[in-house]
């Protein structure tokens, strides 16, 4: 149990379009997903804390208007790169938080992540 | 601030000799503490974590890891090591017990390399 998938697993794209990924529960629900953005060999670093049926909290320096957040029912949550330029090449991941079991508290299980490439 | 250190870059060890992996923390009051594991171009996916109890934890793929409060240490370690466990490895820390953000702090990753 507790699969986390997202889609696309790559992408590539024009400088100036939008992308968007998703990333689902699979087999449970999550009030609370994250989406994580992981530069080569470097750890992972939050963008943004996705709430079902409310706006997401973002992390200081992250852009809202340029990584739209939208966590529309308890098994899925959408990332929006809009307007992308190369620099917002990147390996994105998304993880969701399990909250049926007090013994599953706080765990977050992960999504294979995206590989974006914006040229 | 609440901060995840992971000591080694890079860890190396032969097949068949026991790993450890180190982990320190510093966070305000009794966190959650947890284990991921990266393969290239993959997601992270989660070994084992700390809740409360006993201080050694077992989790997946044979690796346990002990939590040791007053060197405020989680390490994780494994008798035998395999080619196979080469990857990337995170410790994780998640001060915010129960509460409705539950966010993870992260180590910068310890690149675990098994030789034959």
């Known amino acids: 149990g507790a699969v986390v998938s997202q889609h696309p697993s790559w992408v590539i794209c024009k400088s100036g379009t939008s992308v968007k990924i998703e990333c689902r529960s699979l087999?449970?629900?999550?009030?609370?997903m994250f989406w994580y953005r992981q530069f080569p060999k470097q750890s992972l670093m939050l963008m943004a804390t996705?709430?079902?049926?409310?706006?997401?909290?973002?992390e200081q320096g992250v852009e809202k208007d340029k990584f739209l957040i939208n966590h529309a029912s308890l098994t899925l949550s959408t990332l929006t790169v809009t307007s992308a330029h190369p620099e917002d090449s990147s390996f994105y991941i998304c993880?969701?938080?399990?909250?049926?079991?007090?013994?599953?508290?706080?765990?977050?299980?992960f999504g294979p992540g995206t590989r974006l490439t914006v040229l | 601030a609440q901060s995840v250190a992971q000591p080694e870059d890079q860890v190396n060890v032969a097949e068949g000799n026991p790993l450890t992996v180190k982990c320190t923390y510093s966070?305000?009051?009794?966190?959650?503490l947890f284990w991921y594991v990266q393969y290239p171009n993959r997601g992270l996916q989660f070994l084992l974590k700390?809740?409360?109890?006993?201080?050694l934890v077992k989790g997946s793929y044979g690796f346990e890891a002990e939590f040791n409060k007053s060197q405020t240490s989680f390490h994780l370690m494994k008798p035998s090591a395999l080619v196979s466990d080469s990857a990337l490895y995170f410790c994780?820390?998640?001060?915010?017990?129960?509460?409705?953000?539950?966010?993870?702090?992260f180590g910068r990753g310890t690149q675990l390399t098994v030789w034959p």
């Open positions: 996705s709430n079902e049926g409310s706006k997401a909290t973002y």
């Open positions: 700390y809740i409360t109890g006993d201080n």
């Open positions: 994780a820390v998640s001060p915010d017990r129960g509460s409705t953000l539950g966010r993870l702090y």
């Open positions: 993880s969701a938080r399990v909250e049926r079991e007090a013994s599953e508290a706080d765990t977050q299980y």
């Open positions: 966070v305000s009051g009794n966190p959650y």
């Open positions: 087999d449970f629900q999550a009030t609370t």
